[in-house]
Structure formats: structure tokens, C-alpha cells
């Protein structure tokens, strides 16, 4: 089984949020539930230098997700190819995915009363589409989809490009 | 809605706007797209919008408004134009644009038939310097040819990777980056680019002219310089060099704030990696400096050899279509018209290039000196919210005897209007886009839907000059005009719009052969028409109006040095603050202090905070901020608030040009550009700790 995997190459990212209405865009999310986001990091002091840098935030779809093992409804399932899918109808908003989230991932709709997360638009995936953010939206070309090792090979190999290590 | 330019896909559902995504088959975002792109349907169905025009039925600033039909708004607009051209001149009637809609062309060609010289733009401060300043020093805007992945790339000014900088798209940039090119920036705040950039020169606000002479020092004297260029194709090297010696590093280290060790070692990369582009911006126009920053960067192009090399920066050749400047009927304009342009013999170089400072419409408004305006029609413009000195501004519009507007929304600008139309956005019109950039490309921008009764300003100007006895040089419908401006290639507007995009001739060094357009066919380091309006013809440094040198005193009651307008996802200047989407990215205003001078004031992170300087005070929310010196406060422009129920939106409450100069001192004495970048402010924490809307 083909697996999927979503990254954001951090270095490469310009902090325009694109992605972020993206994903709007394409779920029609109510205001204020956000699913990707972009987060201000520094600035600090990084090996002598004054750094200032964005981090996307989004659901990892963890090899043991935390998220699913601590809802008691059955509405958090992983997917053969990997995906970690929130099932919206079987939701009851106890929010203990929420706190049991590591990343921070997981938001909550107040007005339908349910958590959301980042569900990989499964349904474009299964459509043979890639997810709304990850589709050459950004001008940064920073988000990548894909098989979990084909992706992180990229982002390494763009790392030396960039540092002109590789042509 | 910003002023456009990329390919973008745009998918309907039973007749409306579904979704909004890039073209990858376009060549100039190659499939990427921007926020505000796919939020345009939410402007375009906005509920608020304004969909039929309207008249005011109570005092200004009422917000009491009548339905009209679109006969009954252009008759009155009509008639009184004529009524003001009769009775007072044409030059009594000002015609305004803001930046956005592509509309320039077909304003300036209605106002320069009615005879008046007078059209109120952001053209001071914001890429008309560009415009006039690279023409009269080599002929046309430089640049940057990311095609051709630039080797080294000097920021200046810009946040291209957020803004949309006239010809740029920040997609080309950030693939020369990626692909290893060397970054220098330019920047008093760490921007995500200066993080990532091999030289951060951490300026003070406004001294840019003495940085990049200070760098040009660096590059003469080490003789790192392209001389063959400057031996054949400059003109007024000696002049020109004597004038660069008088800024050593050291002297330049004290103006900037920059070490100067950090100023030789960007002027070694910049001049020593070829190809190399300057990717410059705004933030540089709006000083007084202005023209001269605009001229010293062209120079550091122009001795490295970087002008019209393949990868650096190039004088690309527009299709051969008919251009903005004959569209705009610039000839047709009465020379004893052009001569009674406000402000032309004081800003002579805008005034050469039909560009005039706001505060010369505001006295001839509240002064009558030297003639009474008597009508503004303003078109996608808000210069309540835009233009320096905002109460000058407002007070300007309250007095003016009719005020007609064309926009989306009733604005806190429209809100002053006799007579409000409602505009088309980029979705509801066909027109030629891109036609006034120097990129080389134009792209048929089709129309998709309708909305309302709303109209493209282009339309809406051909049927007002019917109706103003401009008829013989206009068309049926606008249509005709699009067949005007590409019929020198053979096309008409049928043709073009089944076609992709047309670029102009690709063609490098192209002085070579035929010189540069300028009165000496040479890159005019010595300006010759500047010399001729009585300027002086090399770049020099002033000193800001305000700042801890100039004004000592000041900066004692106004300890920090206020830098405005700083660009942020979403926003275009006052638009898309109704658009969900966009206000979630960014619901308040915004002024970056940092940690150490918010914790000696005692403001905290997202406190409110009242920013005052001697024109006034506004409230924003502070963010601490270590990425920049601590003298120095940055604080978000154009922020009203349209879901606040007054007629007022709180027009004046976070409004940064509530605090800006407009005086005719503080400007660019060639280009009138007002320095709304580099004043003094205090900042304290609010007692009133509630939001403002």
C-alpha cells in the first residue's frame, strides 16, 4: 500500500499563509477553525546569529496517533496510506483529542461541536488530487505530499541546493 | 483587489465564482497565488458590497445614502463637471486613482480631454519615482530578471515574498533563492528574508542614500566596478565620483547606525557576483530622499554592469501595442493646462511626469491658492485613510464643493462622497492586464461574472466622456478601446482573449547598439533634466525632517524613530478588511515595539497602545519585537474598520497617517513624495484596554 505523508520544509517558508486560506478554500471551514497555521518563531539567538523563522503547524497523522487512542468515540481511524482521518458524524466534541494532541494540532468548531483536524483531503487523495495547501499554491513550493522518504529526500537534497552544495 | 498580474484559474458553479487557483501554464507565477487572489470571491459576494450606485441624502459623513440609477449618477457627475469647467477651469476638477485597478490609462485620457492637469495619485511616493527616475536615467524601470536566476539579490526596502510589487511576483524571487543565490538585505526590521540572508544591513529609517553611497565608495575606490560600461556608456563619472568621496564608510557608519565593515562586505558581494539584481521597493520612496534613493540604487545596477545583463536587471520591450502613456492622451492636454498643474513648479520632476502631491489638492481646496478645486472624482481611491496627514485629508473632502467615488465598499473616503458608484472587481471586467508594467508581458483578464449593477471603471469612463462631449475620442463600449490598444499588433480584443499572454521581444544590452533613451543617450549618473529643472543633477543625503539629528529636541518628547506601512498577508493598503478569511489571518492593527522599550513603558505583548506624534495620536495593539533597534517602532497602515456599526468605521482611531507630515518641507522637493517612513513618536499603553471595533 502506497503511503502518504505531508511535510513542510520550514527553511523554505516566507510566511505569506496561503496555505492557510487555502485550506478554507477547499473546506469551507467556519471563521476561527484553523487546520494550518502559520507560527512566528524568534527572534532568538540561533549559533550567533539573530534568527527569525515560521513554522506551519499542521496534523502529523502520526504512526501512533495520540489523538486516536484517546477518543472514545471511534471517530479518529489511520488509514492504510497512512492517513489519520477525523470522522466529523461520529464526533461528540469531548475534546480529548485535544489535549491529547502533542502538536497542538487539533481545533474545535464551537459552532458544529466537534473537534476538526487536518484530514489530508483524503477525499481529493482518493481522487488521485494532492491536498489544497500542498497544490502549487505557495510561492515558496514549501509544502510537499507524497511517500514520507521520497519527501524528506527532497527537502534534504533542496537543503544543499540552497546552501549551494548542490546543484 | 491588488493590481494583478497572475494567471489564475477561476472555476464556477451554476454561474458563480466556486474557486480561485493559479495557472500553472502562466509564466509569471507559474501556478502559485496569493491569499488575497482566492479570497476575491468572498469581495466580489461580499454582503456589504456596494452593488448600484447611490447619492447622499444627509450631511457628509452621515452615512445616509439614496438608491440611483447609473443614468441619474453619471448625469450628475456629468453635468457637474461641466458646470466647474465653465465656471471656474478645468484644472478645478481633479481626477484620483489609487493603486489597484488598472484603471490609469483611461483616467488620465479623461482628465487630459476635459484639459485638466490635475490627477491625484499615490505616483509621488509609490513606483512613479520609479518610473520618472529610471527614464530620465536610463530610459525605463529595470528589472530583475528572475528567468535567469540572478547570482546575488540586494533587497532594498521590499518584502516581495508578501507584497505584490508592481512587476513582481515574489515566486521568482524565492526560486533564485532556493537555488542558491547570495542574499543581501536592506532593512531596519528582520524580516524572514534578512534571517535567511548572507548580509543583514540593519538600517536607520530613512538614510538609505547614504548607505548605497557609502557602498558606491567602497566599489569606486576598490575599482570593483564594470569599466567598460563606465567608460562607454555613463554619463558624468567624474562628477559623479567626487560626489561619492565625500561619504567615506566611517562618516556613512555614523549616518546608518550600519558597521562598516558590514557595508564593505555587502558593496564586495554585491559588485563581485554576477548576474546581481537590486529588488527595491517602497519603503524607499516614501522619504524624502526619495528620488535620489531611487537614483543611487540605478547607479550601483548600472557601474556593476548588472543593466540589461541576462540575469540582473533588464529594460525589457513591452509588446507593440499602444502604451499607457499614448492611451492616457497625454499630448492632448493644452500646454497652458499643463502649466497650471498643482504643485508643478515646486515638484518638477512629478510634474514632467503628470504626478502631483496630495497636500496641493488639499490647500487648493481649503486655501483656493492658487485656484480653487472645486470637484474630486476619486476611483478606487481612499485617501482618508492613505494620504499623510489624514485630518488635512478629511477636512480637504469635507470641504469640497462635490465629491463623486467609485468603489466596492462605502468607505470612510466615500463617506464624504455627494455620489458613490459601484465598481467591478477583477472578476467582472475584460481588459488587458499588466498593460502599464515594464515586465514586457501583457494577459487578457476575462470577465467571468456580473454582480449587481456594478461596472468596470473603464466602462463607466467611456460612457462619462460621452456624456461630457468627449465622444469622437472614445468608443461605443470599451471594448473598442481594447481593440485600440492592440491594434498595432494586428489583434483585437476577440483575438487576444483566447490567447494566453504576448510578451515583448526578449532582447539583452540593448544600449549597445542604440544608447540609452535619455537626452545624452548615456545611464545619466549626472541627471541632465534634473540639472535643467534647477536640481541638483547627482544623488546627495538629507536627513530626515524628524529624527534623532535633525530635530534633537523632538526626540526628546518623541523618543522613538516610527516607521510605517509594513506589509502583512491579506490586506491590500485599506482593502479586504470585510473578507473572512483575510481578517482572520489579521484582526487588529498592529505596531512592532521592542522587548526592551515596551518593558521600560510597561506595555505588553497584544496590550493596546497609544502612539502620538505631533500631528496626533492613534491606537494600535503592541507586538514585542527583538528584531529590530529599540529605538525604532513599526506600526501597520490603512486599518479602518468596516464591521463597526458608525457611518465613521472608526476611520480615526488605529489610522497611522493620523500621525504622518504632509508638509511641503518634509517631501521630496523633485518628486513631492511625502516621508510617511521616517517620523518621531512616543508610544504608552492604553488605560482603555477594549478593542476598536
Request: a neutral charge.
Amino acid at each position: 500500500m502506497k503511503k502518504y505523508a505531508i511535510k513542510v520544509d520550514d527553511a523554505a517558508c516566507w510566511g505569506c499563509r496561503t496555505c492557510e486560506v487555502a485550506c478554507r478554500q477547499e473546506l469551507n471551514l467556519p471563521d476561527g477553525v484553523r487546520l494550518i497555521k502559520m507560527e512566528e518563531k524568534g527572534p532568538a539567538m540561533v549559533n550567533g546569529k539573530l534568527d527569525f523563522f515560521y513554522k506551519i503547524n499542521l496534523c502529523r497523522h502520526c504512526d501512533e496517533p495520540l489523538c486516536m487512542d484517546a477518543c472514545r468515540d471511534g471517530a479518529i481511524y489511520k488509514r492504510e496510506d497512512s492517513i489519520v482521518v477525523m470522522d466529523y458524524n461520529k464526533c461528540t466534541g469531548c475534546r480529548l483529542c485535544i489535549d491529547a494532541c502533542p502538536y497542538g494540532s487539533i481545533d474545535f468548531d464551537e459552532d458544529g461541536g466537534t473537534a476538526k483536524k487536518c484530514n489530508l483531503c483524503h477525499e481529493r487523495v482518493d481522487r488521485g488530487l494532492i491536498p489544497a495547501c500542498a497544490d502549487n499554491v505557495c510561492l515558496a513550493y514549501c509544502i510537499h505530499f507524497g511517500d514520507p522518504d521520497g519527501i524528506a529526500e527532497k527537502i534534504e537534497k533542496q537543503k544543499l541546493i540552497r546552501q549551494g552544495l548542490s546543484a | 483587489m491588488c493590481h494583478g498580474g497572475c494567471g489564475v484559474l477561476v472555476y464556477t458553479k451554476k454561474g458563480k465564482v466556486a474557486k480561485i487557483a493559479g495557472d500553472p501554464g502562466c509564466p509569471i507565477n507559474h501556478g502559485t497565488i496569493c491569499s488575497k487572489a482566492m479570497a476575491s470571491a468572498q469581495l466580489a459576494y461580499h454582503p456589504d458590497r456596494l452593488t448600484h450606485p447611490v447619492r447622499r441624502i444627509g450631511p457628509k459623513g452621515s452615512g445616509k445614502w439614496e438608491r440611483i440609477s447609473w443614468d441619474q449618477a453619471l448625469d450628475t457627475i456629468a453635468g457637474k463637471i461641466l458646470e466647474y469647467k465653465e465656471s471656474h477651469g478645468a484644472e478645478s476638477i481633479v481626477m484620483g486613482y489609487g493603486t489597484g485597478r488598472e484603471n490609469e490609462a483611461a483616467i488620465y485620457r479623461l482628465a487630459n480631454l476635459l484639459g485638466s492637469p490635475n490627477v491625484l495619485t499615490a505616483g509621488h511616493f509609490c513606483y512613479g519615482p520609479r518610473i520618472a527616475t529610471s527614464i530620465i536615467t536610463c530610459g525605463s524601470n529595470p528589472i530583475v530578471d528572475y528567468e535567469n536566476h540572478p547570482k546575488c539579490i540586494m533587497v532594498w526596502g521590499n518584502n516581495i515574498v508578501i507584497s505584490n510589487p508592481d512587476e513582481y511576483k515574489g515566486e521568482g524571487f524565492s526560486s533564485s533563492v532556493e537555488k542558491g543565490a547570495k542574499l543581501i538585505v536592506v532593512d531596519p526590521r528582520l524580516t524572514r528574508m534578512a534571517a535567511r540572508a548572507d548580509i543583514w544591513l540593519k538600517l536607520r529609517p530613512g538614510t538609505d542614500t547614504a548607505l548605497a553611497l557609502g557602498m558606491l565608495n567602497v566599489i569606486i575606490n576598490e575599482k570593483i566596478y564594470d569599466r567598460d560600461f563606465v567608460e562607454n556608456y555613463v554619463h558624468g563619472w567624474e562628477p559623479f565620483v567626487k560626489r561619492v568621496n565625500e561619504y567615506p564608510v566611517d562618516l556613512v557608519e555614523k549616518i546608518t547606525w550600519v558597521p562598516a565593515g558590514k557595508i564593505r562586505e555587502a558593496a564586495r558581494l554585491y559588485a563581485t557576483t554576477k548576474p546581481a539584481g537590486i529588488q527595491w521597493g517602497v519603503a524607499i520612496e516614501q522619504q524624502i530622499n526619495c528620488a535620489d534613493n531611487d537614483r543611487i540604487l540605478m547607479a550601483l545596477m548600472g557601474i556593476t554592469g548588472n543593466i540589461d545583463a541576462p540575469g540582473g536587471q533588464v529594460l525589457f520591450n513591452m509588446p507593440k501595442i499602444r502604451n499607457v502613456g499614448q492611451f492616457g492622451a497625454h499630448k492632448m492636454l493644452p500646454k497652458e493646462q499643463a502649466a497650471k498643474r498643482l504643485g508643478g513648479d515646486r515638484f518638477r520632476l512629478a510634474g514632467y511626469f503628470g504626478i502631483i502631491n496630495p497636500k496641493c489638492v488639499w490647500d487648493a481646496i481649503l486655501e483656493e491658492k492658487p485656484y480653487p478645486v472645486k470637484m474630486i472624482f476619486l476611483i478606487s481611491s481612499n485617501p482618508v485613510m492613505t494620504r499623510a496627514n489624514a485630518r488635512e485629508v478629511y477636512r480637504a473632502l469635507e470641504k469640497v464643493k462635490f465629491l463623486a467615488v467609485s468603489d466596492f465598499f462605502i468607505t470612510p473616503t466615500a463617506q464624504l462622497a455627494d455620489i458613490v458608484l459601484p465598481a467591478a472587481t477583477w472578476l467582472e471586467m475584460d481588459y488587458i492586464g499588466d498593460f502599464w508594467k515594464r515586465h514586457g508581458y501583457i494577459l487578457p483578464r476575462r470577465k467571468v461574472i456580473e454582480v449587481g449593477e456594478c461596472r468596470p471603471d473603464h466602462e463607466m469612463l467611456n460612457d462619462l466622456a460621452h456624456r461630457i462631449g468627449q465622444g469622437e475620442h472614445w468608443w461605443k463600449n470599451f471594448e473598442g478601446a481594447l481593440d485600440y490598444i492592440l491594434e498595432p499588433m494586428g489583434i483585437t480584443w476577440q483575438d487576444f482573449k483566447k490567447m494566453d499572454y504576448i510578451r515583448g521581444e526578449v532582447k539583452y544590452y540593448k544600449y549597445k547598439e542604440k544608447g540609452f533613451s535619455t537626452p545624452t543617450k548615456k545611464f545619466e549618473l549626472y541627471s541632465t533634466m534634473l540639472e535643467k529643472w534647477g536640481y541638483d543633477p547627482l544623488p546627495k543625503y538629507v536627513e530626515p525632517v524628524e529624527s534623532p539629528v535633525s530635530t534633537p529636541d523632538l526626540f526628546k518628547d518623541y523618543p522613538f524613530i516610527l516607521i510605517t506601512g509594513r506589509r502583512i498577508p491579506g490586506y491590500f493598503h485599506t482593502e479586504n478588511r470585510q473578507l473572512p478569511w483575510m481578517r482572520g489571518l489579521s484582526r487588529d492593527p498592529i505596531v512592532e515595539i521592542h522587548l526592551d522599550a515596551a518593558r521600560n513603558a510597561g506595555i505588553g505583548e497584544g496590550d493596546w497602545v497609544i502612539i502620538e506624534s505631533p500631528r496626533g495620536e492613534i491606537r494600535q495593539r503592541a507586538k514585542l519585537f527583538a528584531g529590530m533597534d529599540e529605538r525604532i517602532v513599526s506600526a501597520e497602515h490603512a486599518w479602518w474598520f468596516p464591521e463597526n456599526g458608525s457611518a465613521s468605521h472608526g476611520w480615526a482611531d488605529s489610522n497611522i497617517n493620523i500621525l504622518t507630515d504632509n508638509s511641503y518641507e518634509s517631501c521630496d522637493p523633485a518628486m513631492g513624495a511625502t516621508s510617511v517612513r521616517t517620523l518621531l513618536c512616543r508610544i504608552k499603553r492604553d488605560k482603555n484596554q477594549g478593542g476598536n471595533s
